[in-house]
Structures are given as C-alpha cells and as structure tokens.
C-alpha cells in the first residue's frame, strides 16, 4: 500500500492562498491518476479535483478557476494551488490515488478560511 502525506494546511483569511502538497512513498505512484478530495464536518467527502498521468485536470464546479491541481513525477508529489479562498472551503483535504484495485489515502490537511 502506498503511504500518502499531506502539508501545507492552515488558516488563512479570505481571499487568501494555501498551496497543498501531498508526497507518496512509492514511485508507483507517478503511474496512475491522483486526487484532492475534502470533507467539512457533517459532510461527506467530495472530490476537489483529479490529475491524470498525463496531466489531464478535472474540477469540481465550486473550485473551477481558482484550484489548480499539478503534479512533479519526479518527486511522487501531487499539489493543489488554492487561491481566492472562501469561508466554504474550510475543511480537511485528502489526497488519494487508486492503485491497483486499493484505495491510498493520506491522513488529511486542515485547512480553515476565516477573518
């Protein structure tokens, strides 16, 4: 199972910016799609944003032109560029990869945007 680390959580006020990064143990990793997802309190878990191997993106509508989502193969790293925050953002975000039929996730990043 490959092991998957978050930082770069925190709190931030409006309009403010975090960038995530989450590093896999294993460079496996580089060959298959990876994930943000977040979950607030009383919520399910939704997916924030994808990345394919290739570097193909897939948003989620309320994140779509301010998230970015990139990866550095090199480094078995996938990140997420978060600008323009909104109070509703506020939650713990995930970072998961599918590899060979298992579900990988990371322990969660915090992130909290108030004033």
């Known amino acids: 199972q490959v092991q998957l680390v978050e930082s770069g959580g925190g709190l931030v006020q409006p309009g403010g910016s975090l960038r995530l990064s989450c590093v896999a143990s294993?460079?496996?990793?580089?060959?298959?799609?990876a994930n943000w997802y977040r979950q607030a309190p009383g919520n399910q878990r939704d997916l924030v944003a994808g990345?394919?191997?290739?570097?193909?993106?897939v948003y989620a509508d309320s994140v779509k032109g301010r998230f970015t989502i990139s990866r550095d193969n090199a480094k078995n790293t996938v990140f997420l560029q978060m600008d323009s925050l909104k109070p509703e953002d506020t939650a713990v975000y995930y970072c998961?990869?599918?590899?060979?039929?298992?579900?990988?996730w990371g322990q969660g990043t915090q992130v909290t945007v108030s004033s």
């Open positions: 294993e460079s496996i990793f580089k060959l298959y799609p």
């Open positions: 998961n990869t599918d590899i060979r039929g298992v579900r990988n």
């Open positions: 990345i394919t191997v290739g570097g193909t993106t």
